[in-house]
């Protein structure tokens, strides 16, 4: 079982999505995506698996919640430095998002 220290140990952000594209090299379908966590975190690399419930139009603008403090994990020619969350539904992974427009880099708390 986790322990809530566990769970703080992770840094949960909202972040907007400020680029993405396909991922051609990723062995299972991906975005390639570029998020923007405001200014104590700045803009990071996610590659997310999300293919199947959004296209590329949609994702621009998107706030998502992502986990900002993982290691890094290199997915081909690419290092993705964010966990972006979303939930295992029976159409694809549908994102995490919050319900109201919020500041970029807003702690999950």
Do not use: H, W
Request: aromatic content about 8%; some cysteine.
């Amino acid at each position: 079982m986790a322990t809530f220290d566990d769970f703080t140990k992770l840094d949960i952000r909202v972040g907007t999505i400020i680029s993405a594209c396909m991922f051609d090299k990723a062995l299972k379908s991906a975005y390639k995506l570029e998020i923007d966590f405001g200014s104590e975190v700045g803009i990071k690399k996610s590659s997310a698996q999300i293919t199947e419930v959004y296209n590329v139009d949609e994702l621009v603008g998107k706030q998502i919640l992502a986990v900002v403090n993982f290691s890094p994990k290199q997915i081909a020619d690419f290092m993705s430095e964010v966990l972006v969350l979303g939930t295992y539904s029976k159409d694809g992974v549908v994102l995490i998002i919050p319900d109201k427009l919020v500041e970029n880099g807003d702690k999950l708390g």
